[in-house]
């Protein structure tokens, strides 16, 4: 197997944010202190495949839940997810340090710009929290992911091996 090289990309938060642009019958919400299982299972089941085509691993929807609950980064007001007439359509999910853990979008509403618009929001998100910058590791074999977080503004600022 190959060695793996992982981006850690960045985000300054001073200045201008562009606002969110959500594609049409799109709308977002937070997870919510007491989330329905039924969104739970719906936000997981798009995340599950974007793990996959990241070059990652997506573990079972009960041992999600409970790692992602019980991390001390956990916030449910920095899991921002997306939804449309037909269910979830994205998702990006946030630590308290103003890192991006994970975003995951659909693959039928893909290159549509719910992914920019949920990244937008994270930053506007940790702009008024007071954040200097926002941060994420991407692996660097993932253009399409490079080539959005780059348009977004993001920088590499460290290069590491898997």
């Known amino acids: 197997m190959p060695d793996t090289t992982i981006l850690l990309m ?5 200045g201008h944010i562009e606002a969110p642009a959500w594609p049409g019958g799109v709308v977002v919400q937070t997870l919510g202190q007491k989330p329905e299982r039924k969104l739970l299972q719906a936000a997981h089941a798009v995340l599950q495949p974007g793990y996959w085509e990241g070059g990652g691993g997506a573990p079972i929807f009960r041992q999600w839940w409970k790692a992602l609950r019980r991390d001390s980064e956990f916030d449910p007001s920095l899991v921002f997810i997306a939804r449309d007439d037909q269910g979830v359509v994205g998702l990006v999910q946030c630590w308290t340090s103003a890192f991006i853990k994970d975003l995951a979008v ?57």
């Open 10 to 14: 960045r985000r300054d938060l001073a």
């Open 106 to 162: 659909a693959s039928r509403t893909r290159r549509r710009g719910g992914g920019r618009a949920l990244m937008l929001t994270t930053f506007h998100t940790f702009a008024q929290r007071g954040a200097e910058h926002v941060d994420l590791k991407v692996r660097e074999d993932n253009a399409p992911a490079i080539t959005l977080y780059k348009s977004l503004g993001m920088r590499t600022i460290d290069r590491m091996k898997a």
